[in-house]
């Protein structure tokens, strides 16, 4: 009996406290907040601007709010409802914690202290007296409530806006007292770099009664100190580098229930005037131009238009960081209406007008090339899978070109274009935009893209101009293949390859060799040769004009301004 009766008080022992610990649970659950139970208070002003403080605080501001909030809640006065008046504002939330759950009370306050109530987690609601709310309005959680509390902004050039680096601020309360805003949440320590594209302009929402602007270069000469209303228009006749400092004070003024002072500290650029150039005004169907912008820190808000619109549109490449210039190829292509077209380039607050005239080619169309093959080439080359393949690779890789400009001068002249020129060993097949029947069948009639040369057997293709092989393969229609990309969306096809001599990776100057001459893909019966076709982005274009060999006086080679020395077109303002 005994053995029994030890056993049962040890169960005893073990049990009570597990009874007592579920006990003091349930009653801490259903029991209000105290000043013991309380271990971190969480305050939402009406902006969602957060404060938490636990009990570890070393502020004083746990207690502080603790302590307050309690009284606040013990003093109000129960009332049947919220007024209509404040059931569409947003309250303050204030959550107060404990071990076991969390108390989210609801208040809805004004800069009135009469008329301030309370909504408590149980659903039932309060008029909170109006000594304690006046305490609670002249603490700086309660800046949502007033108007001078908020903090100026200051915009850069119309798009950026700066966060000061020091901030003091202060607003007036009910009781026109000045109380310190909190700025933590918009001073910063990062440096600020900027990149815009208009004229320099610094704007307050709230304008200062005094504004210091400070404007060094990288030297450290300061090109401006002087007051913001005296800054005037800031010209440059090149892209600077500077770093900006503002000093801006709002001074105290019974008409306003706000002052304060804020420092301010950028990097940027003094942009000059940006401007747009090309080469040539007068383009035919099928060709490209280039065309260059200057004084652009940001090709990538450029903006284009064409009217009539003519469906490509240029992409900008920088010249490289020391350069002021950045270019575009312009391709037109070769089913675009001959006629009077104008394109407008803009950046920032620069708007210039280009204007361009598109002429025929001036190919005979009823001259077609009829192209003889094989049955077993023609089914392989001419089919829609064969073309899809293809043209899965242009899109491929026409979508990401190299940004970097490889090419440089003319490009390799296969053919002779004028007199005293020595000869390739190359000789003219068919050209661009001329009409193809291949074996007679008119539903396989196409306009090419390619130029296709004839050469001896065993005779090496030279690359057009330097560049980074991208594509070396085999394709249904094109056979052995060699894609070299000369930068800023330029690009040569090299097909009908019987060998091919370079990998992808590969970096070729003009006229290094890229393969060997073959009769693969669509080429024609009996015959060794190259097919070569050149893209500006995903539309095929002639090549003919940059086709000079060194010894011509031609043009040869893309005219650029600012970077080869030809005539250049003054820009149409």
């Not at 101009?465 to 969306?489: E, F, P, Q, S, W």
């Not at 100057?509 to 893909?521: E, P």
């Amino acid at each position: 009996m005994k053995k029994y009766l030890g056993i049962i008080i040890i169960v005893i022992l073990l049990v009570l406290p597990t009874v007592f610990a579920v006990k003091n649970y349930f009653d801490e659950r259903n029991a209000p907040p105290t000043d013991k139970s309380v271990i971190a208070i969480t305050v939402v002003d009406s902006n969602g601007k957060t404060y938490k403080f636990d009990k570890n605080d070393t502020t004083g501001e746990f207690l502080k709010l603790l302590t307050y909030f309690l009284q606040t809640n013990e003093s109000a006065t129960a009332i049947s409802a919220l007024p209509e008046t404040v059931t569409d504002t947003t309250p303050f939330k204030v959550i107060l914690h404990t071990a076991v759950k969390d108390d989210s009370y609801k208040y809805y306050l004004s800069s009135n202290a009469a008329l301030c109530y309370m909504l408590h987690p149980d659903g039932s609601v309060y008029k909170l007296t109006e000594d304690t709310v006046k305490d609670f309005l002249r603490m700086k959680y309660t800046e949502s409530l007033y108007s001078g509390a908020v903090r100026p902004v200051l915009k850069y050039a119309e798009e950026y806006e700066v966060a000061p680096f020091e901030s003091c601020w202060e607003y007036r309360t009910n009781n026109s007292e000045f109380v310190t805003a909190d700025t933590s949440s918009v001073v910063t320590s990062a440096v600020q770099n900027f990149n815009a594209m208009g004229s320099f302009s610094l704007e307050f929402d709230i304008v200062p009664d005094r504004c210091h602007v400070t404007i060094t270069n990288t030297a450290g000469e300061k090109l401006y100190d002087t007051e913001l209303s005296e800054l005037g228009t800031i010209s440059v006749e090149e892209c600077t580098d500077v770093k900006v400092e503002v000093t801006a004070s709002w001074l105290e003024d019974s008409s306003r229930d706000y002052k304060g002072e804020n420092k301010y500290s950028f990097n940027t650029t003094l942009n000059a005037p940006a401007a747009f150039f090309s080469v040539k005004t007068e383009l035919k169907q099928g060709d490209f131009v280039a065309l260059t912008a200057k004084n652009v820190t940001d090709t990538s808000k450029i903006t284009f238009k064409c009217e009539p619109e003519i469906k490509t549109t240029p992409v900008f490449y920088s010249d490289g960081e020391t350069s002021v210039y950045s270019h575009a190829l312009f391709a037109v292509p070769l089913d675009t209406a001959p006629g009077d077209y104008v394109l407008t380039l803009s950046y920032g607050n620069v708007t210039q007008v280009l204007p361009l005239k598109v002429v025929a080619r001036g190919t005979n169309q009823d001259d077609v090339k009829t192209i003889t093959v094989s049955n077993e080439v023609q089914s392989s080359t001419c089919s829609d899978a064969a073309i899809k393949e293809y043209s899965d690779l242009v899109k491929s890789l026409t979508s990401n070109p190299s940004s970097t400009r490889l090419f440089d001068g003319s490009f390799y002249c296969y053919k002779p274009s004028g007199a005293n020129v020595p000869k390739t060993p190359f000789s003219y097949s068919y050209g661009y935009s001329k009409p193809l029947i291949v074996n007679g069948v008119d539903s396989t009639k196409e306009t090419s893209t390619r130029v296709c040369y004839m050469a001896g057997e065993g005779t090496k293709v030279p690359a057009m101009n330097n560049g980074k092989v991208v594509y070396v393969g085999n394709l249904a229609r094109t056979g052995n293949i060699v894609v070299v990309d000369h930068g800023i969306g330029l690009m040569t096809w090299y097909y009908g390859l019987s060998e091919v001599s370079v990998s992808v990776g590969s970096e070729v100057k003009k006229g290094d060799s890229i393969g060997v001459v073959g009769q693969t893909g669509l080429m024609e019966k009996n015959m060794y040769g190259v097919n070569i076709a050149m893209t500006v982005g995903d539309t095929f274009v002639s090549y003919y004009p940059l086709c000079t060999a060194e010894e011509d006086d031609g043009d040869g080679g893309i005219l650029m301004h600012g970077v080869l020395e030809a005539p250049m077109a003054d820009p149409a303002v």
